[in-house]
């Protein structure tokens, strides 16, 4: 009766002009696979905000447990296919979302020999993680693809990347309401955290964490391909993992090209502003206006980001990146030289809003039109190095702002320093454009 029902439908989907709704599974475990990310990250980035303001016992450092975090990130980027090639994408998904949920525990209890293991831990199953989640998609949408006539793989998948991104977005708005609303009932006039409300806190996070494991471990299906058409076409979507050693070298050999040296600051500018964002924003609020709003204030961050995540997509089609590249330069150049020569006075609540709604409009033309530069700007058996390169300078960038701290001398040069890198590598991708022809205004017809 299975194999019978099995030729049914492939016949079905073979035939021309009839069409046959995907099965519920596929978007059944997209979903499990959002959820889960939402829930994990949800408690990771309200944690990681609070990094730098929360008190650690003597020789404890928040930002240096994230500083590690980012610079095993980086040092291990190149090995995440290796990695999934060898456990599996499951398991590197549930791997990593244990790892997090450990290093948000560990932060409720700071040692360094707990909170610094769990922060190089999870940074070695971040590349994995997040390759992982590429196949893992990229299966569901070969999956799609093979029961659908009419249906590319490839236009599956930027459905379902969005969908995905889409949810997974939303954990920068939850984690920091989560935090917010919790401090707030233990709010008192000192600046240290109450030890009950503190727990409370944690012991949510560590909930979401939690249930985010067991969504993973239980709900979530292991990647089997037992059709040969689907197995083609999730081939062209996600090739077979390079070996570390091969894409190794092939980052380097990108490294000393021209067009990458001119894109080199763009890409660490991406991670010096989101390590500002998380580290030195954060900073400014809880002396202005509290350690108790800092959600709020990032909420506000985080939702710009992921609206304008969404909408700069289609956007970029009708006018071009050139055009919001200077539009993410302009705000996130307004937000650093207003921090730059205005100490921002206590009790600040709308300045503070505006001016991290601004610094998340710019995070998310980072996010959204880098990512699609290591496509347009870079030949097709190229574009795996380009993005290789663009994650370790990020991850690097980002660690290197951590581990420097978040003192108030320190913070003046770190504005300088994003500063400059966003504003030469804007720079940088106009005179790679002009002198390498790439990424031309696209036509609109109407």
């Known amino acids: 009766m299975g194999t019978s029902n099995e030729e049914e439908r492939l016949l079905t989907a073979s035939t021309p002009g009839v069409y046959q709704s995907p099965p519920r599974w596929m978007w059944y475990q997209l979903t499990i696979l959002a959820v889960g990310a939402f829930l994990v990250f949800t408690a990771f980035s309200g944690v990681q905000n609070l990094e730098s303001t929360l008190t650690f016992p003597k020789g404890v450092s928040g930002t240096t447990a994230i500083g590690i975090l980012y610079g095993v990130f980086s040092g291990v980027s190149l090995l995440g296919p290796s990695i999934v090639g060898i456990f599996g994408a499951k398991n590197c998904l549930v791997a990593q979302t244990l790892f997090l949920g450990?290093?948000?525990?560990?932060?409720?209890?700071?040692?360094?020999?707990?909170?610094?293991?769990?922060?190089?831990?999870?940074?070695?199953?971040?590349?994995?993680?997040?390759?992982?989640?590429?196949?893992?998609?990229?299966?569901?949408?070969?999956?799609?693809?093979?029961?659908?006539?009419?249906?590319?793989?490839?236009?599956?998948?930027?459905?379902?990347?969005?969908?995905?991104?889409?949810?997974?977005?939303?954990?920068?708005?939850?984690?920091?309401?989560i935090s917010s609303f919790v401090l707030h009932q233990g709010h008192t006039k000192s600046t240290d955290v109450p030890s009950s409300t503190k727990r409370l806190l944690f012991l949510v996070y560590i909930g979401c964490a939690g249930l985010a494991?067991?969504?993973?471990?239980?709900?979530?299906?292991?990647?089997?391909?037992?059709?040969?058409?689907a197995m083609t076409i999730q081939a062209e979507v996600m090739p077979e993992p390079?070996?570390?050693?091969?894409m190794f070298v092939r980052t380097l050999a990108l490294l000393v090209q021209p067009r990458s040296l001119l894109l080199l600051p763009l890409f660490f500018a991406s991670g010096f502003q989101a390590?500002?964002?998380?580290?030195?924003?954060?900073?400014?609020?809880?002396?202005?206006?509290?350690?108790?709003?800092?959600?709020?204030?990032?909420?506000?961050?985080?939702?710009?980001?992921?609206?304008?995540?969404?909408?700069?997509g289609r956007v970029s089609d009708r006018l071009g990146r050139a055009p919001l590249l200077v539009l993410g330069w302009a705000a996130q150049a307004a937000v650093l030289l207003t921090l730059l020569l205005w100490d921002v006075p206590s009790g600040s609540y709308v300045v503070l809003f505006v001016l991290a709604g601004l610094f998340g409009i710019g995070d998310a033309v980072s996010q959204v039109m880098i990512s699609s530069l290591c496509s347009v700007c870079f030949e097709d058996n190229n574009t795996k190095p380009a993005f290789a390169l663009f994650r370790c300078c990020q991850s690097l960038a980002t660690a290197i702002f951590f581990f420097l701290g978040t003192s108030v001398s320190l913070q003046h040069w770190k504005t300088i320093i994003t500063l400059a890198s966003l504003s030469v590598g804007t720079l940088g991708y106009f005179l790679a454009r002009a002198l390498f022809r790439f990424d031309p205004p696209k036509p609109r017809h109407v």
């Open 102 to 177: 450990l290093f948000v525990a560990a932060t409720w209890i700071p040692r360094p020999y707990t909170l610094y293991v769990a922060g190089a831990l999870a940074g070695i199953g971040a590349p994995a993680f997040w390759v992982a989640q590429g196949v893992y998609v990229a299966w569901l949408a070969a999956e799609h693809a093979a029961v659908v006539p009419g249906t590319a793989a490839t236009a599956v998948v930027g459905t379902m990347q969005g969908a995905f991104f889409g949810g997974f977005q939303l954990c920068q708005i939850s984690g920091n309401l």
């Open 213 to 229: 494991v067991v969504l993973m471990v239980v709900c979530l299906r292991r990647i089997r391909n037992k059709r040969q058409g």
């Open 242 to 246: 390079e070996s570390a050693w091969t």
């Open 275 to 312: 390590s500002f964002a998380y580290a030195d924003l954060t900073a400014v609020v809880s002396k202005s206006i509290g350690e108790y709003n800092i959600g709020f204030v990032m909420c506000c961050y985080g939702a710009c980001d992921a609206l304008g995540s969404v909408a700069l």
